[in-house]
């Protein structure tokens, strides 16, 4: 089954391989653009403590100082799970992706252009949402971990998916599920991290995503991977816990409250003062990038693994 085919009405047609007649994709240049200043205000310090959903990682990379100090061949065989929705509007960003974790020694295969489900899930057909799951089970069942660009499919596989399969396939489907890890968390818990260097001058914004922040607890991983880059100003949002206004299907089936949401967000952006929003999900990105473009306000959005690429030294 393909990213949610089949369907009928009009909620069961959007899916997030429809994408490009709601977003458009921006191609830039490597590093952050000459006009950003270090103007506006940075957002308060907070916490940024180990990341929960890190935990139980140790299992799925080996220690690579038990190897030797020069050690830094691959450490895993991994996929590198590049959901539907982002294959459509930033293909860009599963390039991004791998090329960061082979820098770390990973061995990675791409599982592109499937989807975990969600837009299905979320509209109740639970029969396509199952189907559409099933066959990304398959896919990565090969792999001691599946590295998930998003975490709104990382949450959906890990916590929902499991539940639409019963008895002894619910078991199996939970296994493979528990090896679905979001890029951030995985990224921070690496042996090989602390042997990159991480240098970007400029100014960034961060948003939290609802699922990052809440479904998978990884808004410390996050920070913890923008805290490393040597010269970059990471400026907190005043009202980081909001909803962008995005939610999947709930910016079609409320695009009113949707399109409040996303304004509000942009106003909290503005006020930081960068001129680049980024975000683990890039779902987010879109929505809030689409609308910043519709009025007229300069702002380019970066994914994590776009923003770690460049920083690479």
Request: hydrophobic content about 40%.
């Amino acid at each position: 089954m393909g990213c949610c085919t089949s369907f009928i009405t009009p909620v069961r047609a959007f899916c997030y391989g429809c994408l490009p007649s709601f977003f458009t994709t921006v191609t830039r240049p490597r590093g952050l653009p000459g006009n950003l200043s270090p103007g506006g205000r940075p957002g308060p310090a907070r916490d940024t403590g180990p990341s929960p959903a890190a935990a139980g990682l140790d299992r799925l990379l080996p220690c690579a100082e038990a190897r030797g100090p020069g050690y830094n061949a691959p450490v895993a065989r991994i996929a590198l799970f590049d959901p539907c929705y982002m294959a459509t509007i930033r293909p860009q960003d599963a390039a991004n992706a791998r090329h960061f974790l082979e820098a770390l020694g990973d061995d990675v295969a791409l599982l592109d252009g499937r989807c975990c489900g969600q837009p299905a899930f979320n509209s109740g057909f639970r029969a396509e949402a199952k189907a559409a799951g099933r066959q990304l089970l398959r896919a990565g069942q090969p792999f001691a971990a599946v590295v998930t660009t998003s975490g709104a499919c990382t949450s959906m596989v890990r916590h929902y998916l499991p539940g639409l399969f019963e008895g002894e396939r619910a078991q199996g489907a939970l296994r493979i599920a528990e090896r679905f890890v979001d890029f951030a968390s995985y990224v921070a818990a690496h042996p090989n991290l602390g042997r990159l260097g991480l240098q970007l001058e400029g100014v960034v914004a961060y948003h939290d995503s609802c699922h990052t922040r809440r479904e998978l607890g990884s808004s410390p991983a996050v920070l913890g991977l923008l805290g490393r880059i040597e010269g970059l100003e990471v400026r907190r949002l005043s009202f980081e816990e909001e909803c962008c206004g995005f939610g999947g299907t709930f910016a079609v089936k409320q695009p009113e409250v949707s399109v409040a949401m996303l304004t509000a967000k942009l106003e909290d952006v503005a006020l930081s003062g960068a001129r680049v929003l980024v975000s683990a999900d890039v779902s987010c990105l879109a929505h809030i990038q689409s609308g910043a473009e519709g009025m007229g306000v300069q702002l380019e959005g970066w994914s994590l693994p776009e923003l770690l690429v460049r920083a690479l030294a």
